[in-house]
């Protein structure tokens, strides 16, 4: 059996092959055997991505080569960026390529931090949401553990919104001792949309960058950089159709980030590393296309979320939506619910095997979930927080896939409770 | 069936799920996450709580084509097993956590929840297996290969939960033929040592986790005449039979080595004596588990009282839902048994039923 790029493991069906129809994924469901509602951790190739890649993967050449085949990876790479850049309303000079949205942010929080304390030895402390990705998060503690930062967590809502006020009080109080503020666009766990432009305004008025993890909000917001203001910002390819393995920060010139990854000098000095031609190409198509297909996306994943939010609302004793409850505070292809009395891998299982696939929406460390720190952040308790599920919608989720999920959600729920109680017996 | 294969990241639980996989069971693979804060590498015997070994369960997993869930059940591990461990030894007795893990755990929080969720058995790797007569009871045996039979560990759940149990490697002639089979199999575990130490306890030290746990509290070894024959740092982190480890200022009158005869938790004392005042006569066990009707007073068996320990013959004094009382048939045939201690009770290979030892009596003691 051949393993195309669009496999998935499908639970007790062991591997499940995708379907390969060339009608294009809106046509039907993309992957046939499986309900895959799990875009918010990856999303599959969009045709567009895979057209770009296919085409790239013979091409040969480094794009630091000064000779033909190096110029034309390098028109390649080039290409790419400006489509990235104009996709995201950004220059192109602003982009930096990465190998993903983990790397992109550990370059904005280290190397802000390392730029703002050598310009300014009391500008110590970086300032994230409570809410923020792994990928904010732990550069942050690190840097506070090996580097001299002060870690400010910045207080989210009931719903996971950034407590816009203790962010005001604590430019208040330490505005001039602030190196930097990552808050991201939208978060991937409930959804919720930040008050980014408000952040940008606070912090202009102390001088303090602000950096914006974008990877959820691409493709399903309006995401435009220079009217933003922030400085720099994260987004990935993979979450956009796109393929796993390239992403960017986007910097705006002149804030003198600190390398991270240290080699050959690409992209600008700021991150080393051989580009890879194929797959920033698939990736700038996949960018390109859920921008240009933005809107009428989002009107659809967000009324086909209302129906599945509704559906289990009216099905399922006990669940209850988390994150915003105005949809138009929310990612549109989110739907994040807790289930009382049920454990998250219960409910995984089992959906898993009813060839549903979820997040328990939560972090996990050698596969092991953890009690998410978003749903503690806003305020649940640990039993409330073990039974969440987040659904993620994408280009290929159809009707069918929030029947399947419909029907299948009843009984699940059902088992799983009974399994929540022997645990506890 | 549909099975749910217990996969640790070892050898045994792979070929013992390789082989519910072979026997046409619909498998499903479950790692058991016990420890929130998992070390990266196996380090030293430890068993199954690295992330290495979450991933050695994964990739086992894959080798045999089944599905593969990572399932935390820290929070119960810590709640029965590690508690039970830190207890007992502040009330200066020995636990068993392999024991209380098979009581607590793997065969009830696990098989609870495996079927709760449409589960009809759970796979082991244990070297135990499971008689089903005509009559459609069940019995628990040792392993074929005595020098790997669990069937010591395992008593303690008892035949309503081994209902539900699965030992493919009952019948395995030797753990050589696990490792080939496993080999054999493509599974990559093959060659992994095998896991002996408390898992949750780093390096293996007992005392330095007890330490850590419970607190630093300095007392005195005495002699069985109570005079004070050196200091300890906490008398929970001693266990009945102990002979290395005591540090003491004075040898004895006759040179012998000295062993913990007593652990006295209240005084914070413990008592050191010569080896001959560990002979063990008569053992009495609580709580006890049986495996059908318990034995009549007189009946003549064995019992085994550690997990690689020798069963020594006995007459049963008395066996019931509260207490079960043996009288050794050869007393001083064991030694230093310490209060905490699982005691099983064999009629050959078939296991009878299983306490927790409460006291013992010394030949010179006894009734």
């Known amino acids: 059996m051949t393993i195309l790029p669009g496999f998935v493991t499908g639970g007790a069906r062991g591997l499940v092959r995708r379907g390969t129809d060339r009608t294009g994924p809106r046509a039907r469901s993309y992957t046939r055997g499986v309900i895959y509602l799990d875009h918010a951790a990856t999303s599959p190739l969009h045709p567009a991505a895979r057209r770009a890649l296919l085409a790239g993967l013979d091409q040969v050449g480094n794009a630091s080569s000064l000779h033909a085949a190096g110029r034309a990876a390098r028109r390649t790479v080039e290409e790419s960026r400006e489509a990235l850049a104009a996709a995201l309303s950004a220059r192109p000079s602003d982009i930096v390529f990465t190998s993903g949205g983990t790397e992109a942010d550990n370059l904005a929080v280290k190397g802000l931090y390392w730029a703002r304390r050598a310009a300014d030895p009391a500008r110590r402390r970086v300032l994230v949401s409570a809410v923020e990705h792994h990928a904010i998060l732990d550069p942050a503690l690190w840097l506070a553990e090996h580097e001299g930062a002060e870690l400010v967590l910045l207080p989210v809502d009931r719903d996971g919104v950034l407590d816009l006020q203790a962010l005001h009080d604590e430019l208040d109080a330490h505005g001039d001792a602030v190196a930097l503020i990552s808050v991201m666009w939208a978060n991937n766990e409930v959804g919720a949309v930040q008050p980014v432009a408000e952040v940008v305004e606070a912090a202009r008025r102390h001088g303090i960058p602000v950096h914006a993890d974008a990877v959820q909000a691409v493709g399903q917001l309006p995401v435009d950089f220079a009217a933003s203001g922030l400085d720099a910002m994260t987004v990935t390819g993979h979450k956009v159709g796109g393929p796993i393995g390239a992403g960017a920060l986007l910097a705006r010139r002149g804030l003198g980030l600190v390398p991270v990854q240290h080699g050959g000098g690409q992209e600008r000095g700021v991150r080393s590393g051989t580009l890879s031609a194929p797959l920033l190409a698939a990736f700038a198509a996949a960018a390109q296309a859920a921008v240009d297909e933005r809107e009428p996306f989002a009107t659809r994943v967000a009324e086909l979320r209302d129906r599945l939010v509704a559906g289990v609302r009216a099905q399922v004793p006990g669940a209850v939506l988390r994150g915003p409850a105005d949809p138009a505070r929310r990612l549109p292809a989110n739907a994040h619910l807790t289930f009382a009395g049920c454990e998250g891998d219960s409910l995984l299982y089992l959906l898993d095997s009813a060839g549903v696939a979820v997040s328990t929406g939560s972090a996990c460390r050698a596969g092991v979930p953890q009690p998410s720190h978003v749903l503690l952040a806003m305020g649940l308790s640990d039993d409330e927080a073990r039974g969440a599920l987040r659904f993620s919608l994408g280009h290929t989720t159809t009707d069918d896939d929030i029947d399947a999920a419909l029907r299948a959600l009843p009984a699940v729920v059902e088992r799983a409770r009974a399994a929540g109680l022997a645990v506890l017996a | ?367």
Request: net charge negative; proline share 5%; glycine share 10%.
């Open chain 2, 1 to 367: 069936m549909r099975v749910l294969a217990a996969l640790s990241g070892g050898v045994d639980s792979a070929v013992a799920a390789a082989r519910a996989v072979d026997a046409g069971h619909d498998v499903v693979g479950v790692h058991m996450a016990l420890s929130r804060t998992r070390e990266e590498y196996r380090t030293g015997s430890r068993g199954c709580c690295s992330i290495e070994d979450a991933s050695d369960a994964r990739r086992a997993a894959d080798v045999l084509g089944i599905p593969f869930y990572v399932w935390d059940l820290s929070e119960r591990f810590e709640a029965t097993v590690v508690a039970d461990f830190l207890a007992e030894y502040a009330a200066g007795r020995t636990p068993n956590p392999c024991v209380r893990c098979n009581e607590h755990v793997k065969f009830a929080t696990l098989l609870d929840k495996a079927v709760a969720l449409g589960f009809d058995a759970v796979c082991t790797g244990h070297y135990a297996r499971i008689v089903v007569r005509d009559d459609g009871t069940r019995e628990l045996h040792r392993a074929v290969d005595a020098a790997k039979d669990q069937s010591y560990v395992l008593a303690v759940a008892g035949p309503a939960r081994l209902a539900r149990a699965m030992f493919p490697l009952g019948d395995v002639p030797t753990k050589e033929h696990t490792r080939a089979e496993a080999a054999q199999r493509g599974l990559a575990v093959s060659a992994k040592p095998d896991s002996y130490d408390v898992c949750f306890v780093a390096d293996g030290d007992t005392q330095g986790f007890l330490h850590a746990r419970l607190g630093v509290r300095p007392g005195d070894v005495v002699d069985a005449a109570g005079a004070v024959v050196g200091r300890h740092e906490g008398a929970y982190a001693y266990t009945v039979g102990q002979r290395r480890g005591l540090h003491l200022d004075r040898p004895a009158a006759d040179g012998r080595p000295r062993y913990v005869l007593a652990v006295e938790p209240v005084a914070n004392r413990v008592v050191v004596g010569a080896a001959a005042d560990l002979a063990v006569a008569q053992v009495e066990a609580d709580r006890p588990v049986w495996f059908g009707a318990a034995p009549d007073a007189g009946a003549a068996h064995r019992v085994q009282v550690r997990a690689h320990g020798e069963p020594v013959p006995v007459r049963v004094e008395r066996a019931d839902d509260e207490l079960v009382a043996v009288r050794l048939d050869e007393p001083g045939a064991l030694r230093g048994v310490a209060a905490g201690q699982s005691l099983v009770l064999y009629d050959g290979t078939r296991v009878l039923g299983q306490g927790t030892v409460r006291s013992t009596r010394a030949p010179g003691d006894a009734r």
